[in-house]
């Protein structure tokens, strides 16, 4: 790999800024003619020099974001063990309101249970005075109709007869 490679020229292409316009003249111009005069192996050791003196910090740069990356994936399997762990607590206390709720209705249940209750003693109290009343009215009414009969009887009684003839 030669030198020129790197800098992104190609060969036989003077060497230019990115940022220059086509009519800006650059300071390297030129550049290229210079390399083919230059010896390849002053070349080869100026790439190895490079090479050696950046290689050291960009491995360690490698082995650092290598480092980083795990642990950012440990970070993330830890962020998502809390997000489940606070998902769980949200549906315990969903759960909590669900027994909360329920033991509210099951309150209500036993009130109505009471409620009815009381009602079906007061329905059957009702309905004992009721046929006590059936019972007395029938009573009295028999006693009347008994009265009445003894009273026709006893005009019967009294109403005057005629004397048998003998």
Known sequence: MSL??????????????????????????????????VDKKAV??????????????LQRSK???????????????????EISKFKECNSILDINELFSEAKHYHNKLLNIRK????????????????????????????EREQQREKELEREKQLTAKPAKRT
């Open 44 to 57: 080869e050791q100026l790439t190895e020099g490079l090479i050696s003196h950046y290689l050291p910090d």
């Open 115 to 142: 409620e009815m209750m009381m009602l079906h003693d007061k329905t059957s109290k009702l309905k004992k005075r009721a046929l006590k009343l059936q019972q007395k009215r029938q009573k009295e009414d028999l």
């Open 4 to 37: 020129a490679e790197p800098l992104g020229v190609k060969a036989g292409l003077p060497l230019r800024h990115p940022a220059l316009d086509s009519n800006d003249h650059s300071p390297d111009e030129g550049l290229i003619e210079d390399f083919d005069s």
């Open 63 to 81: 082995l650092a974001l290598k480092e980083l990356t795990q642990n950012q994936e440990v970070l993330l399997e830890t962020l998502q063990q």
